[in-house]
């Protein structure tokens, strides 16, 4: 079955550019997608469509993608930054929807 | 705005079946834009997606569950349910219904993106 793959934590000062990436096979076909997740909290989406950014999102969030791999960037990370990051996409099919294992952000 | 809400047992017995229902307020189900669908989150783990519903009834299934799971919309309430039958300790997760986007391009149609969840709703499977 398809997968997604992110590092299980990034650690960074405050202040600092945080990086999460995020590898699969299908993501120069497919778009993806980005959830920051807080304790006892359900997922927010703050990236869609590869780079796009819903409203009311910071825009200290961006994202990028190159061939199979997926970045999110946080700027200037602040201590509210803190938390797990999910990548999300479909496999070649488009029908098939995939979470990459998470990425715990610690802010430092 | 559009709302989403969780319901059901907390509590399953091994073997059952766990049945959720999603309530959608704000906004209507039956709008041709959007799938709807269930993802779970074990304990302490990442994220999984169970499947997805458009207003129709065309239905989603991850591979890995597809075997123990329906999904079902009821249009005249704006709801949709999952069930899971035959369920284990593995199964015990909170479960997220959410709001799923799609889209068409020159490579075809695909699934997008979650962007309205439910606050989610844990469910323990014990005897």
């Known amino acids: 079955s398809y997968e997604l793959t992110q590092p299980p934590s990034v650690s960074v000062s405050p202040g600092q550019t945080a990086r999460i990436t995020c590898s699969g096979d299908?993501?120069?076909?497919?778009?993806a997608y980005w959830y920051q997740q807080k304790p006892g909290q359900a997922p927010v989406l703050v990236i869609y469509?590869?780079?796009e950014r819903p409203s009311g999102i910071p825009e200290r969030f961006s994202g990028s993608s190159s061939g199979t791999t997926v970045t999110l960037t946080i700027s200037g990370v602040q201590a509210e930054d803190e938390a797990d990051y999910y990548c999300q996409s479909a496999d070649s099919s488009g029908t098939f929807v995939v979470f990459g294992g998470g990425t715990k952000l610690t802010v430092l | 705005q559009l709302q989403l809400q969780e319901s059901g047992p907390g509590l399953v017995k091994p073997s059952e079946t766990l049945s959720l229902t999603c309530t959608v307020s704000g906004g209507s189900i039956s709008s041709s834009s959007y799938y709807w669908g269930w993802i779970r989150q074990p304990p302490g783990k990442g994220l999984e997606w169970i499947g997805s519903?458009?207003?129709?009834?065309?239905?989603y299934y991850n591979p890995s569950l597809k075997s123990r799971v329906t999904i079902s919309v009821d249009t005249s309430k704006n709801q949709f349910s999952l069930k899971l039958s035959s369920v284990t300790a593995a199964d015990t997760a909170v479960y997220y219904c959410?709001?799923?986007?799609?889209?068409?391009?020159?490579?075809?149609?695909?699934?997008?993106?979650?962007?309205?969840w439910g606050q989610g709703t844990m469910v323990t499977v014990s005897s």
């Open positions: 299908a993501l120069p076909k497919q778009y």
């Open positions: 519903i458009y207003y129709s009834g065309s239905t």
């Open positions: 469509k590869d780079s």
């Open positions: 959410a709001r799923l986007s799609y889209y068409y391009d020159s490579s075809g149609y695909s699934l997008g993106a979650f962007d309205i």
